[in-house]
């Protein structure tokens, strides 16, 4: 133990200091000034942060239960970062608001949840991590209490949310049946292929799916983003999927390898229904929450896509493209976050002629479609061509055939929307919208890392170093 | 080593009187800019005797061999620790003689327009794209880079562009600077491709390193010559795909047609860029790659070789049926660049083998001299006929006897006759073919032939045939032109009667080393006869109006008509280009476009529709109903994966 179970968990350890912090401000009740409390928080977040990048080492803790290493540091720190954003962006919505302490505890411990899913090296620690980052993220989806829309959000998150643990639990519990360990270590040699074996995949899978919005598993996202406030529904889609992707690169491939052909043929028909069924439906939404969240569920298709080949370039791939589609989907929310809080339009059509009365917005807004369209040479056509090569290396045609015909398609529907944004004439087009300062930082931090990952190919190397550590 | 300053000077002067006078010279002082344009040439042309009296006589020469001096270089762009596109000076025989011949020439004509185009509203614009292409040109010549020709060489393209367009306001002009710009971009395609076939094999951009590495026996030269494609090697590839680039310069088959179009610009324009200087710059590119060519890739250097003997016969011909004057010369600049390309193609590489190459430089000489008086004597009789037609004149020896005095000299001198200056260097080159390569002798002999008739048809229709009647042209002007148009017609016919007479070998040869060529009077004695020959028939024929032209060529008819349509060769593009690319393969593909692939997509936008209303169902938005879809999703995976799968 000693100084080595702090710095080995300082990045846990440095989330609840600051839970604690905000709790014992709370408690007190003496602060007057959100605004103040807020770059406050964020200072701290930022910090936070950085504090990923210094003295990130391997090793393990509580008898391998907890265990860490540079590129699990790396990962966390994204969803950090992911986080910072959000809650940059989440000013205007917070400013006034009277629970706004209760905000970031609820939004830090689904962090730590998550942190301890990524480091778990025992399915015991990583379903606590799941469950502890699941819970308060239900709360969070029924943040704006008045809203009836955002309780039926909740509401149905908490269920399936319990539906879909129960699901996976049983897989878990049949794991112990059939090899006598839970331990992330012990497991690939004891995972040979049997029947039962298959079933717990199955089970294991299908947590997963559901948390990942996988087709068919997906049916809640579209209600849940929608009902949820912006600020968490960006959340939803970027941070809690970005961990599953996390915990799956390094739970699928190494624990069954003795099962690689289900599990393999598992993803390949996940990933083509995913693909179809999240383009098919984004492109007939006319809430812009919900046409992300479709949008978002095609982009995890693509993900799987890298994620099945199961090497350890492809998951390099899969990793860039997650940071590329964190910084992406963060610009859109950030300008959606802020025209839903100043004027409360959530509408596609309400952004016909954006671009006349909001041109930087109406750019940021472009770039981040480009960039999630994968059009060159923003960041997001890097991604994709990183993600569809990882998925040819594997020989499964069919596959990219399927994912780059889809890439036509989510063309369509992303730059419909620059074409609404644009060009579309509108007779009330949305009001000049006055930015602030927390909000023009992540907008300009999203949009440089757009075009600075594209042109470079710095971190694409550092990632695939990470892996080969 | 010189000090390289004042050598920048020459290409900088006209740069920045192009600036100066395309910037500021016509809102404040558009009556003096032909005065600066002029004079920045001629300090030009001053400081290029300067340097190539210290070239040849204090400081090129060591050892009896004249060097490659490298007279300033900066690196411009750096590709890799290998490759990087240089700006700089190279000096050596064949580029310091460029440089007086672009400075002299483009003085004469700076000097010469001043007449020409006195009282044209735009002759701000005018001088400022002289001065432009003058620069470039300068540039290209003293290019120690591959690349750094490349540019000046695209920058000349775009100077003969705006140039033959400057009467904007004639279709037929635009025309023709478009089609000229468009077929030099093609061939310029080829050398670009050349070039990057070339610093690839040699991993330079050099002219000195990459000649060196692939002419002596490194391994740049052995992967280089191993690497085979279609039966050639990578190097004759890139060889020949530069070449492509200098033939669609030079206008040589089969990318001539824009040459004979491109006389729709200001006649001094053509005298300077399509005569002396510009078109010559293929003969150039060839002549700076020489080693290459001659040492590694003899195939290469023999597609050269028969490119150029049968443009200069093909040019020839046709030239004899032409009867738009400026029409005649530019296919007899093409016949002459012709016979420059295959004096290369056959020499060897040093000593007595070079002769060709020496020859083929020195043609480049002596023709720049002629050719430019031509067409300034051209451009005399057209400024007082206002015709371009050869019709429209004749008998204007009396009334215009200076210009009558040079162009025959002039003529003498194409046609080579001694002791003019165009009897040297075609002496040596068919010299040079006669040892090498009979049937190229054979095609040289017959073009010399067909030169001395066209040449002389031209001069006895000006200037003998009917007695001049005109009806406006005497009210506007009495006989001859303006004196500064008088001026330079005198100096180079001056120049064009006894530049003959340099021992060019002394100077440039292959190798750097002197060449002491002997005149062999034994064998100038076949190419003199039928040269007077040409010049005879020519006299029987045009020296008095009759109808013996005509009976002939009706005689011919066949042959005449094809002579007379340009062997239909802009037809043949034509009908590429129209019927084949835009009909056969255009039409279809726009058909398929349209009915197919846009019937597919909205076929495929309406299935989707389609599918997407009946999955819509499944989102109902009642809980109950997604945990059944997930608890279906899940026992449907177990079925799958457990009883049908395994």
């Not at chain 2, 290369?344 to 720049?368: N, Q």
């Not at chain 2, 004749?394 to 009334?399: P, Y």
């Not at chain 2, 001859?480 to 120049?495: D, H, K, N, R, S």
């Given at each position: 133990m000693g100084i080595e179970f702090f710095i080995l968990m300082k990045s846990e350890w440095a989330l609840m200091l600051i839970i604690f912090i905000l709790l014992i401000i709370k408690v007190n009740g003496t602060y007057q000034d959100n605004a103040k409390l807020l770059l406050f928080t964020n200072i701290l977040l930022a910090l936070n942060f950085m504090l990923g990048f210094v003295s990130n080492q391997s090793g393990m803790l509580f008898n391998s239960m907890f265990h860490t290493n540079s590129l699990i540091a790396f990962e966390k720190n994204i969803l950090n970062f992911a986080t910072l954003i959000i809650s940059l962006q989440a000013y205007t919505w917070l400013k006034n608001h009277k629970h706004m302490l209760e905000y970031y505890m609820l939004l830090l411990t689904t962090l730590l949840g998550m942190f301890f899913m990524i480091s778990s090296g025992n399915f015991l620690m990583f379903y606590l991590g799941l469950e502890l980052s699941a819970i308060p993220l239900a709360a969070l989806v029924n943040f704006d209490l008045d809203k009836l829309k955002s309780s039926e959000a909740a509401m149905k998150m908490v269920l399936l949310s319990a539906f879909a643990s129960g699901i996976m639990l049983f897989g878990i519990s049949m794991i112990y049946g059939t090899t006598g360990s839970l331990n992330f270590a012990e497991l690939p040699a004891l995972i040979t292929g049997s029947h039962l074996q298959i079933l717990t995949l199955i089970f294991i899978f299908t947590g997963f799916a559901f948390k990942l919005s996988v087709v068919p598993f997906h049916l809640w996202t579209a209600d849940v983003y929608e009902g949820a406030p912006v600020s968490i529904t960006a959340y939803l889609s970027v941070v809690s999927k970005a961990a599953i992707v996390f915990v799956l690169i390094s739970t699928l491939s190494p624990l069954f390898a003795g099962l690689t052909t289900v599990w393999y043929n598992i993803l390949f028909i996940s990933i083509i229904l995913t693909i179809i069924v999240g383009n098919l439906f984004a492109i007939r939404q006319q809430n812009i929450k919900r046409f992300l969240a479709f949008s978002s569920i095609a982009q995890v298709g693509f993900i799987l896509l890298a994620i099945s080949a199961g090497t350890a370039l492809s998951n390099t791939a899969a990793i860039f493209f997650l940071i590329v589609y964190t910084l992406s989907n963060l610009g859109v929310f950030g300008v959606i976050a802020l025209v839903s809080d100043e004027t409360g339009k959530e509408n596609i059509d309400d952004y016909k002629g954006f671009y006349k009365t909001n041109p930087a917005l109406g750019w940021v807004i472009a770039l981040s479609l480009f960039s999630l369209a994968g059009i060159p040479p923003t960041a997001g056509f890097f991604g994709k061509m990183f993600l569809i090569t990882a998925g040819a290396s594997k020989g499964s045609y069919i596959l990219v055939g399927i994912a780059a015909l889809n890439m036509v398609v989510s063309l369509y529907y992303y730059l419909k929307i620059v074409k609404t944004v644009f060009i579309d004439p509108n007779e009330e087009p949305i009001v000049p919208i006055k930015t602030n300062m927390y909000l023009k930082l992540s907008l300009g931090v999203c949009m440089i890392g757009i075009v600075i990952t594209g042109f470079t190919s710095g971190l694409y190397d550092y990632i695939y170093l990470l892996f080969r550590l | 080593m010189i000090d390289s300053t004042y050598i920048l000077l020459i290409p900088l002067l006209p740069f920045l009187s192009f600036l100066l006078i395309g910037l500021l010279g016509r809102t404040y002082f558009p009556k003096q800019c032909s005065i600066i344009g002029t004079l920045s040439l001629f300090a030009s042309f001053v400081i290029s005797l300067v340097v190539a009296y210290q070239y040849f006589f204090q400081i090129g020469q060591v050892n009896g061999i004249y060097q490659k001096i490298t007279a300033f270089k900066m690196v411009w762009l750096q590709f890799s620790p290998n490759i990087s596109i240089d700006m700089g000076i190279l000096l050596d025989p064949i580029s310091v003689m460029m440089l007086l011949v672009v400075t002299f020439i483009s003085f004469m004509i700076h000097v010469y327009s001043m007449g020409y185009m006195h009282g044209d509203p735009r002759i701000s614009v005018f001088y400022s794209f002289l001065s432009l292409f003058t620069f470039s040109m300068l540039g290209l010549v003293i290019s120690t880079n591959i690349f750094q020709i490349y540019i000046f060489w695209e920058l000349v393209g775009i100077s003969s562009f705006l140039l033959i367009g400057y009467y904007y306001e004639k279709p037929s002009a635009v025309a023709a600077s478009k089609k000229a710009f468009i077929v030099t971009r093609f061939a310029d395609l080829g050398f670009l491709v050349g070039i990057l076939i070339l610093s690839f094999q040699s991993e330079t951009l050099d002219f000195q390193t990459l000649i060196e590495r692939l002419t002596t026996d490194t391994e740049y030269l052995n992967s280089a010559t191993t690497a085979s494609f279609f039966g050639f090697s990578a190097l004759t590839w890139g060889l020949t795909l530069v070449f492509a680039g200098g033939a669609g310069k030079s206008a040589m088959l089969p990318f001539h047609i824009w040459l004979p179009d491109a006389m729709e610009g200001p006649t001094p324009v053509s005298a300077l860029i399509h005569a002396a200087t510009m078109v010559v710059a293929g003969v150039y590119l060839v002549a700076r790659l020489f080693p290459v060519f001659s040492i590694s890739a003899p195939e290469a250097l023999n597609i050269v070789a028969y490119v150029g003997a049968f443009s200069s016969l093909f040019a020839a011909i046709i030239a004899c049926t032409q009867t738009d004057?400026?029409?005649?010369?530019?296919?007899?600049?093409?016949?002459?660049?012709?016979?420059?390309?295959?004096?290369?193609?056959?020499?060897?590489?040093?000593?007595?083998?070079?002769?060709?190459?020496?020859?083929?430089?020195?043609?480049?000489?002596?023709?720049?001299?002629?050719?430019?008086?031509?067409?300034?004597?051209?451009?005399?009789?057209?400024?007082?006929?206002?015709?371009?037609?050869?019709?429209?004149?004749?008998?204007?020896?009396?009334?215009?006897?200076?210009?009558?005095?040079?162009?025959?000299?002039?003529?003498?001198?194409?046609?080579?006759?001694?002791?003019?200056?165009?009897?040297?260097?075609?002496?040596?080159?068919?010299?040079?073919?006669?040892?090498?390569?009979?049937?190229?002798?054979?095609?040289?002999?017959?073009?010399?032939?067909?030169?001395?008739?066209?040449?002389?048809?031209?001069?006895?229709?000006?200037?003998?045939?009917?007695?001049?009647?005109?009806?406006?042209?005497?009210?506007?002007?009495?006989?001859?032109?303006?004196?500064?148009?008088?001026?330079?017609?005198?100096?180079?016919?001056?120049?064009?009667a006894i530049t003959g007479l340099i021992r060019f070998g002394k100077y440039v040869s292959s190798d750097g080393a002197a060449l002491i060529s002997e005149l062999h009077v034994d064998f100038s004695i076949a190419p003199v006869l039928i040269a007077l020959l040409g010049i005879g028939i020519a006299y029987y024929l045009y020296k008095k109006e009759n109808d013996t032209p005509q009976k002939l060529a009706t005689g011919l008819s066949g042959f005449y008509k094809a002579a007379y349509g340009k062997f239909y060769i802009d037809e043949l593009y034509l009908f590429i280009t129209k019927g084949i690319v835009f009909n056969l393969v255009g039409r279809p593909i726009a058909w398929f476009d349209k009915n197919i692939v846009d019937g597919g997509i909205n076929l495929s936008a309406s299935t989707v529709g389609y599918i997407s209303e009946t999955i819509k169902k499944f989102q109902s938005g009642k809980v109950q109903d997604y945990a059944i879809y997930f608890f279906a999703a899940t026992i449907g995976f177990v079925l799958l994966f457990i009883y049908l799968w395994s």
């Open positions: - | 004057i400026k029409r005649v010369l530019a296919y007899s600049t093409m016949s002459q660049i012709g016979f420059m390309m295959f004096a290369l193609g056959v020499s060897g590489y040093g000593g007595e083998e070079g002769l060709g190459y020496t020859a083929s430089m020195f043609h480049l000489f002596t023709h720049a001299m002629f050719k430019a008086l031509l067409f300034l004597c051209a451009g005399a009789v057209i400024h007082y006929v206002h015709s371009n037609e050869m019709n429209d004149m004749g008998g204007l020896r009396k009334l215009m006897p200076v210009t009558h005095i040079t162009f025959l000299i002039a003529c003498l001198a194409i046609t080579g006759i001694p002791p003019f200056s165009g009897f040297f260097s075609k002496e040596e080159i068919l010299l040079a073919a006669y040892h090498s390569n009979k049937l190229i002798f054979a095609m040289g002999i017959l073009t010399a032939a067909l030169t001395a008739f066209y040449m002389f048809r031209l001069y006895f229709t000006i200037f003998w045939s009917k007695p001049f009647k005109s009806h406006q042209a005497e009210t506007a002007h009495h006989g001859e032109a303006p004196g500064t148009m008088l001026l330079p017609l005198i100096i180079l016919a001056f120049f064009a």
